[in-house]
């Protein structure tokens, strides 16, 4: 087997179709936590905002969508294709997006996050800590809510 060699770039609206294939795939949709497609490029339209896309070879592993205002930034989306969890993409999207948000001047980091949700853990491993909570922030399909917890990291 050839070893595969993760590639980062940056992305656009022109990246909508990936992004949307990425998080249909990602997101546990009884959690509610997905944007629509014309979210996504509604944000992304938006001044500040900057998207990175995570491939092997020619296929979308991950991507990360950020939103810088003045000195802070907003972790908005961070997605992991299931096939692709546990091979450093997340962590290599976090990363990318902490030294792009440094290299803007950015100093504070803040992301939300479903409370139960596995990337917590990817999250406080890169220095990000609970600063808030929102209950019953998510409306999943089936009708019950769920608590996102807020984090925040300087940088």
């Known amino acids: 087997m050839a070893t595969r ?11 909508a179709a990936i992004v949307d ?19 996504c490029l509604g944000v992304l339209a938006m001044p500040g905002v900057a998207l ?4 092997y070879d020619d296929e979308p592993a991950g ?9 802070e930034a907003e972790l908005l989306l961070l997605a992991v294709a299931p096939n692709h969890r ?3 993409v997340g962590g290599a999207l976090l990363r990318s997006t902490i030294a792009d948000a440094q290299s803007r001047g950015v100093v504070t980091m803040h992301l939300e996050v479903r ?3 596995d ?14 909570e929102r209950r019953g ?6 009708g019950r809510h769920h608590d996102a917890h807020t984090y925040s990291r300087p940088l």
């Open 63 to 71: 991507f990360a969508m950020v939103r810088a205002v003045a000195d």
């Open 119 to 132: 990337a917590v853990r990817l999250y406080t491993a890169n220095g990000f800590a609970k600063v808030g």
């Open 115 to 117: 409370a139960n949700n």
């Open 52 to 55: 990175t896309i995570a491939s």
């Open 137 to 142: 922030y998510y409306r999943g399909t089936d």
């Open 5 to 15: 060699i993760l590639s980062l770039r940056h992305g656009d609206a022109r990246d």
């Open 86 to 88: 546990h091979r450093g």
């Open 21 to 39: 294939a990425l998080m249909t795939a990602a997101f546990d949709p009884r959690y509610g936590e997905a944007w629509t497609r014309s979210q």
